[in-house]
């Protein structure tokens, strides 16, 4: 009985986020003149449910499978995730719940911005490629997943921070934050946040990590905290200028099917 409810709550928020930054995007649009119903709309509008209910099935699955190694090692049964009962090990776990869900957010954020640099390495890029295949990027555009990209970057984030004892209810609060945050990371608006550009990432930020541009190449890898860029050499947001060039170098296929299939064909 759940795909209905899921499809309506989908359909629902669908339309009311795309009320709100159709309005924001008209009054503040990083790239002005932008069509409502651009190119890849109706494909991303496809990605908006097939992501949460596909993607984010299979990136459930890949973490309980990873996490099988951890509850054998500790001895737990799948029921007391399941149930509840089971709040982390050691120190880390007799925190406040506050603390936690505040040092799960910097460290998972802290281990995105590394799985994001790995996934535009070679060999992961053509997972990656797909999300970087929309050419007018706006909120809609953060749901253009590959589940293979998905579900690593989430075992990756996930796995560490249960075998470091966190809570897992305090865990799962990471994932709704971050993902909603990821819409409006990449809505159309010139919004740089100022001074805290270099500290949080904006949607200018990360409209540049979209740009094909040569100087933004490879930049801005942050889904949070933009510091992480500076800290390591990747930030760019250079001052009176906006990116205007988005997409791959490569072909990309314009169908769901198609994309999901591309990092399997054959890549010189």
């Excluded at 946040?193 to 801005?220: C, M, Q, T």
């Amino acid at each position: 009985m759940r795909p209905l409810p899921n499809l309506l709550g989908l359909t629902a928020s669908f339309f009311v986020l795309g009320l709100i930054f159709v309005v924001l995007e008209r009054i503040s649009p990083g790239q002005p003149g932008r069509r409502l119903f651009r190119r890849g709309f109706w494909l991303d509008c496809a990605y908006w449910f097939f992501t949460p209910l596909v993607t984010g099935l299979l990136s459930r699955v890949a973490v309980v499978l990873a996490a099988i190694p951890l509850v054998a090692l500790l001895g737990l049964s799948f029921e007391a995730f399941k149930n509840h009962t089971y709040h982390g090990f050691g120190l880390i776990s007799r925190q406040a719940l506050g603390l936690q869900a505040v040092e799960i957010f910097l460290m998972a954020d802290f281990l995105g911005y590394w799985m994001h640099r790995l996934f535009h390495g070679r060999r992961l890029w053509p997972f990656h490629a797909v999300h970087h295949g929309s050419t007018e990027v706006d909120w809609l555009s953060s749901v253009r997943l590959h589940p293979v990209n998905e579900a690593v970057t989430r075992s990756v984030e996930v796995i560490p921070l249960l075998l470091l004892g966190f809570n897992p209810i305090a865990l799962a609060s990471y994932i709704p934050l971050i993902t909603l945050y990821a819409v409006l990371l990449h809505a159309n608006v010139n919004w740089s946040y100022g001074p805290l550009r270099y500290v949080i990432a904006s949607p200018v930020f990360h409209r540049w990590h979209h740009s094909k541009e040569p100087e933004a190449i490879d930049k801005n890898f942050a889904g949070f905290c933009a510091f992480w860029d500076v800290l390591f050499g990747t930030f760019y947001v250079p001052q009176g200028k906006v990116p205007t060039d988005f997409g791959v170098k490569e072909e990309m296929p314009e169908s769901l099917c198609g994309q999901l299939a591309y990092p399997f064909r054959r890549h010189e």
